[in-house]
């Protein structure tokens, strides 16, 4: 039982983590049009940047902080300089040239940063467990991810929802051609939404890089999940975003913990310890496939485009 | 009268708050010639939509030649002969007018499971192609790549592949939109050698083509039909009048239905 | 009528032709390197032409393709490994298994169209790649050495390094000359068709998704047939294999040679992989004629060039290479 809390946590911890970096990839597919695979370059860049940032500085938060912005500058940058150019192209062309511009990030890390991968170290105060019921303890890093992601997710839904940047946000979401009539700088906009969406998935890579290092190439499997979080919430919903990736958060994570042991109730010990493994890291593409069936557009498809 | 060849059966269709189709009945006879008419937004491409099965009614029924089709599949009713031509033209841009319309041949002609003879040089292939092009006015435009075509040829092509399906009822979705007068004067003039031998469903804002050509005529407005029956009819009908021919004599030019 | 001595035709008979001699040249010279490199070069290339199929003609844009040289590589590995060595067995396994899973993926996957497709086929080639490393009998992460080649008997001796690019090279040609007869078959034209306007296919009488889905099949099982001489030829398979990244790659030989062509994908994969092999010397030497310094260090980074080209191709060279020698025309 104590088990299960603790792996529910987790999956929830990931499962926000996750919805961090789709947000951003959703938006940016949503408003532009514009499939990002280097988006998990941005995860990886924020976890060095933070790593950096804090041995540099000898401030955790402070460190923090510098990081999202830089990660927000560099964001922009590749806006201008690479991206602007990919929209109302066609979605192998974004594939290609976003694929281009992960060898690039991959590289670039390599020579500034070396092969070798950086510890992100944790302030005391973080790095302890808290017990929060009796007999139960969790990490308490691992709770303020969950904190932060949350407080993070409402704001971003606050903003998108309640505000006029919002309103523009979800017009481009549904109806491109509409935030050009309206007159607005759709150029800024698109900038500020793509830095926007580059600090999220900083932000979820420098809380990651704690659990784990800042590797080359960190972002790229996570991206991947990130993917099947949004065909599965719908693309360009924040909202199926966020149902989404407390799914797959919690399926990927409690699945890998528990299905082992239940496969035991039905099969040999032996059997079950080969296909544990295998078809617990299947299990959120079989989630995947079945929810594709029923509803090919995802959960929350988004008005149509 | 059973002797429909397609019967529309009390079809009704709601997006939203906006009734697209009400309650709509339609016979079409072996051999008539019928038009729909009605002004923007009467829900005459929602009609088609349910016709050819892209879009689902919400009750009602349509049959053709006795069979309900009202779920099938668009390709199945491809395949018992309803051809449709498209009100913005909707055509293999990247191949030539004669591959077009060799497609449509190829696909009356079984399954496509065939992956080694060169399509392009079959003769049971190509040779109805080229006459389909032919009957519509284009013979000597085969081996021209579409997307370099007018919009005019365009309309052609449409009509020849619809031709070469060999349908049982042919489905015109506005043929003369965007038209000059000149090629719509020509296509009346094809349409009206076409009626001879097939059953045409025509949609189409063009009054002048629609008297010169239906048999009879129906009124769609805000998704019912106000009025149904021969031209001379429907002309002294005082609602289609007041509701539809006051803006009609201006001949409105294209635009969705 | 055109001549048929374009430069553009003239150079892709004679790539085909220097393919063809790649073992001469490297017996005179006793350059065995060349002879490694450019067999794995005609293997991802039979992989390429068959993304092709599916990419340029079906407009399916997969990427996960590479789950198919995986598949491919693990059916051979696996059956080695328990003791079936017979390529009598082991190459039509492995190619039913890879037309299996495209079978079944296929018919999710085609249910979407555009980006979903690409990321959904992403997912189920990620799944596959989870379910190597998973494989703990079979070397999980570490990957699957195979230590006798497919045995074909007396037929044919896969061991041999000449015979097996001669294989391997033959594969290459039969793979082109078959997607070249698909593509203009009746079939061919309802692939092309429905990528142009899947739409009008239907209204014309053409059910599309059972003929996107058996390309599909075909191009993951020509695919699979890349994967089994791959696995041959490293005498060895891993989850590596099957990574997304290298999904990635087989897009980039399949847009750098040039979509719309038979040929397009060899060019690209003969570019993209002499390339990665000849970048870090250019590099060197580029830079060291620009700055004057010793550039050996820079040689490690020739993937910092890398990626911005693929960039430049994608927005200025989008016909890639086959489209620069046809003068930018498309068709």
Not at chain 1, 191 to 219: C, D, P, R, S, Y
């Amino acid at each position: 039982m104590l088990l299960f809390i603790e792996q529910t946590l987790n999956g929830l911890q990931f499962g926000l983590l996750l919805f961090l970096l789709a947000a951003g990839l959703t938006l940016v597919f949503g408003i532009m049009d514009l499939v990002n695979l280097a988006h998990g370059s941005l995860y990886m860049l924020g976890a060095y940047f933070a790593a950096t940032f804090t041995a540099l500085t000898g401030h955790f938060i402070g460190g923090v902080v510098l990081a999202l912005m830089a990660t927000l500058l560099v964001g922009m940058a590749v806006e201008v300089i690479a991206m602007r150019r990919l929209y109302g192209r066609d979605h192998l062309d974004h594939v290609l040239g976003t694929f281009g511009l992960i060898l690039f990030f991959n590289e670039l890390v390599r020579l500034i940063w070396g092969p070798a991968g950086m510890n992100l170290t944790l302030p005391s105060w973080l790095n302890t467990s808290i017990e929060l019921m009796p007999g139960v303890h969790y990490s308490m890093y691992r709770l303020s991810i969950i904190i932060v992601s949350l407080a993070v997710a409402i704001s971003l839904y606050f903003v998108v929802m309640r505000t006029r940047i919002g309103m523009l946000i979800r017009a481009g979401a549904s109806n491109r051609e509409m935030i050009g009539a309206l007159g607005i700088n759709i150029k800024l906009l698109f900038t500020l939404v793509f830095g926007a969406g580059a600090a999220l998935a900083g932000l979820a890579g420098l809380m990651q890089a704690a659990i784990l290092t800042a590797q080359i190439g960190m972002g790229e499997n996570i991206l991947i999940l990130a993917f099947v979080v949004i065909i599965i919430g719908g693309i360009g919903s924040i909202r199926g975003a966020f149902v989404a990736s407390l799914l797959v958060g919690l399926i990927d994570t409690v699945g890998r913990a528990f299905l082992p042991d239940v496969l035991k109730l039905f099969l040999s010990n032996s059997a079950a310890s080969t296909a544990g493994p295998a078809l617990s890291s299947m299990l959120i593409y079989l989630v995947m496939a079945v929810i594709l069936v029923a509803r090919p557009e995802g959960l929350f498809p988004a008005a149509n485009k | 009268m059973t002797d429909a060849l397609l019967r529309i059966e009390g079809v009704s269709k709601r997006f939203g708050g906006v009734i697209a189709s009400d309650n709509i009945s339609l016979e079409i006879r072996p051999g008539e010639l019928h038009a729909v008419i009605g002004p923007n937004g009467a829900g005459k491409t929602t009609l088609i939509g349910q016709l050819m099965g892209e879009i689902g009614p919400d009750s009602g029924k349509v049959v053709f030649e006795g069979n309900d089709i009202t779920v099938l599949p668009t390709w199945q009713r491809g395949q018992l002969g309803l051809a449709r031509s498209f009100q913005i033209t909707s055509l293999f841009l990247n191949f030539t007018a004669l591959d077009n319309v060799a497609l449509a041949v190829q696909a009356r002609s079984g399954h496509s499971f065939h992956f080694w003879r060169d399509a392009r040089r079959l003769p049971e292939l190509r040779v109805p192609a080229r006459d389909a092009l032919a009957r519509v006015g284009l013979a000597g435009r085969e081996d021209v790549v579409v997307s370099n075509m007018s919009h005019g040829e365009h309309r052609q092509i449409e009509i020849a592949m619809a031709l070469a399906m060999q349908p049982r009822m042919l489905l015109l979705d506005e043929p003369m939109a965007g038209m000059g007068p000149e090629e719509s004067a020509r296509l009346v003039e094809t349409l009206r050698e076409l009626k001879q031998e097939l059953t045409i469903l025509l949609i189409e804002h063009d009054m002048e083509a629609v008297f010169a050509l239906a048999d009879r005529i129906s009124v769609l407005v805000y998704g019912r039909v106000i009025a149904s029956g021969a031209p001379e009819h429907i002309r002294s009908n005082a609602e289609v009048r007041r509701a539809y021919l006051g803006d009609g004599k201006k001949k409105a030019a294209g635009g969705h239905g | 009528m055109k001549t048929i001595f374009t430069v553009r035709n003239v150079l892709v008979f004679g790539l085909l032709a220097f393919l063809a001699v790649i073992p001469a040249y490297a017996d005179v010279t006793g350059n065995t390197f060349i002879m490694t490199l450019f067999t794995r070069i005609v293997i991802l290339a039979i992989a390429a032409v068959s993304l092709n199929l599916i990419m340029s003609y079906g407009g399916m844009v997969s990427f996960g393709h590479a789950a198919y040289l995986g598949i491919g590589g693990y059916a051979v590995g696996i059956l080695a490994f328990e003791g079936i060595n017979s390529g009598f067995v082991q190459w039509p396994v492995a190619m039913i298994a890879c037309g299996l899973f495209a079978l079944v993926t296929g018919a999710l996957s085609l249910r979407t169209r555009g980006v979903y497709f690409i990321m959904i086929t992403l997912a189920f080639a990620q799944m596959i790649y989870y379910v190597g490393v998973s494989l703990d009998r079979y070397g999980a992460d570490d990957g699957l050495t195979i230590y006798k080649r497919s045995n074909f008997g007396s037929l044919i001796n896969l061991s041999n390094k000449t015979t097996f690019y001669y294989v391997c090279l033959v594969t290459l040609f039969a793979t082109m000359y078959l997607v070249w007869r698909l593509v203009n078959s009746r079939f061919g034209m309802v692939i092309q068709g429905a990528r142009s306007n899947d739409r009008r296919m239907r209204a014309i009488g053409i059910p599309t998704f059972r003929y996107r889905l058996v390309c599909f099949v075909i191009a993951g099982m020509m695919c699979g047939l890349a994967g089994i001489l791959l696995a041959n030829q490293a005498d060895f398979v891993s989850p590596a294999t099957m990574h997304w990244t290298r999904s990635g790659d087989l897009i980039v030989m399949a847009v750098l040679g040039g979509m719309g062509s038979v040929i397009g994908p060899v060019v690209g994969a003969v570019a993209l992989l002499v390339l990665e092999e000849t970048l870090p010397h250019i590099i060197a030497v580029v830079g060291h004629f620009v700055t004057g310094l010793e550039m050996t260090a820079a040689r490690e980074y020739w993937q910092l060039v890398l990626g911005p080209m693929l960039l430049l191709v994608v927005l200025y060279a989008r016909g890639g290479i086959d489209g620069l020698l046809r003068g930018g025309r498309r068709d």
